[in-house]
């Protein structure tokens, strides 16, 4: 083969691959073990975009280094096959989401395939499967059958909770529960039917129903989880998105909320996701506080970590899906309210927390009684307070919080007094001051520290509230109004959840006519038919959310065809957790939390050893759309030129950025591209027509998107690898530019080209290799290992570059330089690698080598040249043994004769010797 041609090779080496099962990976206890992760991904229809393979040629390529260091390595790939979209798709088309994904999975594996990547796919599984999804029933199952014991600060079975109740009720229980979980004896509990004992449960176990907020859509009939709704709508299909009150599936998430801020601490994760996994928790002190609705039975519950501040309470301020609204609300403010709450639906709380410019509400007509001082205060309703946050009410006292001091002033509310003598304005405070309180009742001449613990105090004393610690994050909601996700294994009877047995699961999917909720607003699997158990009881027709089977399906890779456990010990003793795992931030307080509390539970139980499944997570940067654009001429078919556009009345259009190379428009292809350009006139910079260009989000709208399809097929699936990871370091975003794409594959060919003579035959000797070719050798060596063990993949490529153009100046023909070179490259190229690998006489995989050692001899260096400065001047360059002594290198400086000219036959004042630097001559 005379040429290096990548379509030939390719091919070649991913059939090989398969046939020998090359990335097949058994358990291996005489090698150390690693377990490399891409996070999972979702099929879209779409299929890649040169922006999504990133991540997945990272972890391909330590993944093979790591191979070629001794490491046993897991690489594993599957489908996250559950979700919104296929189902929104089958709506629209009538075909069944099991056929579409199953054709969007051909489509992701044959792209996966052709950019050569190391997956085990013998591991394969889609989470839609029922030999997978039976394993989430199973989880499920034991997570409905657990409590949250406190004292021992672990989930416990169900059972022994039980144990406790029927010994001595529940007054001495210390456990996560319901807020209002009543105090029972054991007579009482002994007392209760089989049904009402249920309903009890239900209060402890780590998953239950209860009456839930929701973000719901009409149209598409189903709960969204806070990631799916943007500015009030559905990101799906862009529908409005109300919030609802209804009955729910939830996982009791905040019983692990301390272990989960905890175990951050112990795990290599970048500091943003563990920052945003810290502020979703939102751990907080304080006092729990109870207001007096006046002339009424009613009290509004606030938590603040500010009660020294009580006595300036100027407003109670309510969500406006708080319960007491309707009551609350006079008859005069009823239009009003009313208005404002059916407003309210329609902002998510994300963007209701992060508007903190936007001062709105509504005064409710009521008044509670302020427990400290008698006071008055007014009620209102104002979105920035959330329902699902603490207690969806706070005590607004402008003195202490910007927001609050905002609010009353729009409202025009009475300024609070100074609390605190340090404080020189409402808004200016600093609470660790050593400032004594003023005009605040029982805690005048308190510090800040005694204010709180006397108002604590006074609140006990008065039955009226508690200290308490809060948290920010709530229960997952956890059921969808959907059909395309896990059925639930429950049934019910008598209105009581009960769970099927485990030798009925996996409970499948039934066939249904269509995927919409029933005419009675049923979730679609309102419409099976004899959706029931066989004793004639109704199954759960809600299913589970699609962050359920990939909570959990790291620990499935390690055993993907165990049919008798969710993960054998044998594979969880062997592969533990997960050595590094790659995949995108915007996960941090879904799937990475959730994954999280999952593994968490499970360790609980017995069924793992680790309490944290990935030991380092990195995160990928965004691959930016480069966009074109071409300048048309206003009401004119006429477009120009970049560099004319200033001359005319113009405005930008988005053009292919495949019918453009290098700025230069292919003005035929563009004529095609828009038909209404094929009579347009071209303004042109000389013979070219230039675009503009700009960088953006890859997307079909803006005509940027390039398919590594492409690419591969002109360039080979090696020069997309890298050129990728030349592009700059793997967790920064950058633009997409194909214009540099033909400087990789030129290297390559470069390279290709170190192994044949000029007549493009293979040729290599067994000669000796120099000492300059071993200098190269190593010192790559050396700094291709420090590039993968600190992810600075890109400038590997640079490395590979320079390495390549000095072999070739020296010549290198050798095969003692250039088989270890295969090695190296192998990560980065390895169709390339292995064809070379072959041509070098090996008959097995070049993955089966070891990673060549670097030797620091190499790169010593037996001699330096010194610069030799006269009076601050350079005026000679003397080369010098590393380890002669001075008194020789002074005598041989003195009688150099180009030195001996500049000193004209005297001799110096001074010769300073800056080893391995310089020598300074003082005439």
Not at 484 to 509: A, R, S, T
Request: include cysteine.
């Amino acid at each position: 083969m005379a040429e290096y041609n990548p379509s030939a090779i390719e091919p070649k080496w991913q059939v090989s691959w398969t046939k020998n099962q090359t990335y097949k990976v058994q358990i291996d206890n005489s090698k150390p073990k690693y377990y490399v992760l891409d996070m999972f991904p979702y099929p879209s229809g779409a299929g890649l975009h040169v922006g999504h393979p990133l991540g997945y040629i990272a972890t391909d390529i330590i993944s093979r280094y790591k191979r070629l260091k001794g490491f046993n390595v897991l690489h594993p790939m599957g489908f996250d096959a559950f979700g919104l979209p296929a189902e929104q798709y089958a709506i629209q088309t009538g075909q069944h989401p099991a056929k579409t994904t199953d054709e969007n999975i051909a489509r992701y594996k044959e792209q996966l395939t052709q950019l050569g990547f190391c997956y085990d796919w013998s591991r394969e599984f889609r989470t839609s499967e029922p030999s997978y999804y039976k394993w989430t029933q199973w989880i499920f199952k034991q997570i409905f059958n657990s409590w949250y014991n406190k004292d021992a600060d672990k989930a416990e079975p169900i059972d022994t909770l039980i144990a406790k109740f029927e010994a001595s009720g529940n007054e001495q229980v210390n456990a996560a529960c319901d807020e209002e979980t009543p105090t029972f004896t054991v007579a009482q509990w002994k007392a209760y039917s089989d049904d009402e004992k249920q309903q009890m449960l239900l209060k402890y176990r780590l998953t239950y129903i209860a009456n839930t907020t929701v973000n719901w859509c009409p149209a598409l009939g189903t709960v969204l989880s806070n990631d799916e709704v943007k500015d009030g709508f559905s990101e799906r299909g862009g529908h409005p998105v109300i919030k609802k009150t209804m009955p729910q599936w939830n996982m009791r998430i905040t019983a692990y909320a301390d272990r989960l801020l905890e175990g951050l601490d112990k795990i290599d994760w970048p500091d943003p996701i563990k920052e945003m996994q810290r502020n979703w928790i939102g751990k907080s002190y304080g006092a729990e506080v109870d207001f007096q609705v006046e002339n009424s039975e009613s009290l509004i519950k606030v938590f603040t970590t500010r009660i020294d501040t009580i006595y300036g309470v100027t407003c109670m301020v309510i969500a406006p899906e708080h319960e007491l609204v309707p009551e609350l609300t006079t008859a005069d403010k009823k239009e009003e309210v009313d208005s404002y709450v059916e407003a309210a639906k329609n902002r998510s709380e994300r963007d209701r927390m992060s508007d903190v410019k936007t001062v709105s509400g509504v005064f409710t007509g009521s008044y509670v009684v302020n427990p400290f001082n008698e006071d008055k205060v007014p009620i209102y309703i104002a979105d920035y307070v959330l329902a699902g946050y603490g207690t969806g009410a706070v005590m607004a006292v402008p003195s202490g919080d910007q927001r609050d001091f905002d609010f009353a002033t729009h409202f025009g509310l009475e300024k609070p007094v100074i609390l605190d003598a340090q404080k020189v304005t409402e808004t200016e405070a600093d609470p660790t001051k050593e400032g004594r309180f003023i005009n605040s009742g029982i805690l005048n001449g308190l510090t800040f520290d005694e204010a709180t613990q006397r108002a604590i105090e006074f609140v006990e004393e008065k039955g009226i509230g508690k200290a308490k610690v809060n948290y920010k994050i709530r229960d997952a909601v956890y059921g969808r109004q959907r059909y395309w996700g896990e059925p639930f294994p429950v049934y019910y009877k008598n209105g009581v959840p009960h769970l099927l047995e485990e030798d009925e699961l996996p409970l499948e999917l039934p066939s249904i006519d269509k995927f919409l909720p029933t005419e009675d607003g049923e979730p679609p699997l309102g419409r099976a038919e004899n959706w029931k158990t066989k004793d004639g009881e109704a199954y759960e027709l809600t299913t589970m959310p699609g962050w359920a089977g990939s909570s959990w399906y790291f620990f499935r890779y390690m055993d993907p065809q165990n049919d008798k456990e969710f993960c054998g010990k044998e594979a969880l003793e062997y592969w533990q957790d997960v050595d590094f795992y790659m995949g995108g931030s915007e996960h941090a307080t879904g799937h990475l939390l959730y994954s999280r509390f999952w593994t968490k539970f499970l360790y609980d139980m017995g069924y793992i050893k680790v309490d944290e499944y990935a030991k380092k997570l990195v995160n990928q940067g965004m691959i930016q759309g480069r966009s074109n654009l071409a300048f048309r001429v206003k009401n004119e078919n006429k477009y120009v030129s970049f560099g004319l556009r200033k001359d005319f009345d113009c405005y930008p259009v988005h053009v292919d950025v495949n019918i453009v190379k290098e700025d230069v428009l292919d003005i035929e292809a563009f004529k095609k591209f828009r038909p209404d350009a094929a009579d347009a006139t071209f303004e042109l910079e000389g013979d070219k027509f230039i675009c503009g260009w700009e960088v953006e989000k890859m997307s079909k709208s803006k005509y940027n998107v390039v398919n590594p399809d492409d690419l591969v097929e002109k360039y080979g699936a090696d020069t997309l690898r890298m050129y990728e990871m030349f592009l700059g370091p793997v967790e920064q975003s950058k633009p997409w530019n194909t214009n540099g794409i033909e400087g990789v594959f030129k290297f390559l060919r470069k390279f290709w080209g170190l192994f044949h003579d000029n007549g493009g035959n293979f040729s290599i000797t067994n000669d000796a290799p120099s000492a300059e070719e071993l200098k190269v050798l190593h010192g790559t060596i050396k700094k291709i290992e420090e590039d993968v063990e600190r992810l600075s993949l890109n400038t590997s490529v640079s490395n590979f570059m320079i390495a390549t153009n000095e072999l070739a100046s020296l010549k290198c023909k050798k095969k003692e330089v250039l088989e270890p070179f295969v090695i190296l490259l192998a990560p980065y190229a390895p169709h390339i690698s292995e064809e070379l690998w072959s041509l070098l006489g090996h008959e097995g995989t070049v993955f089966d080598a070891a990673f060549p050692k670097f030797d620091e001899k190499y790169l010593k260096e037996e001699s330096k040249e010194y610069p030799i400065m006269i009076n601050g001047k350079m005026r000679a360059k003397i080369s010098f043994s590393v380890d002669a002594p001075k008194d020789e290198m002074e005598k041989t400086v003195l009688d150099n004769d180009v030195v001996q000219k500049w000193l004209e036959g005297k001799p110096p004042k001074k010769v300073i010797i800056v080893p391995n630097k310089i020598v300074n001559i003082v005439a």
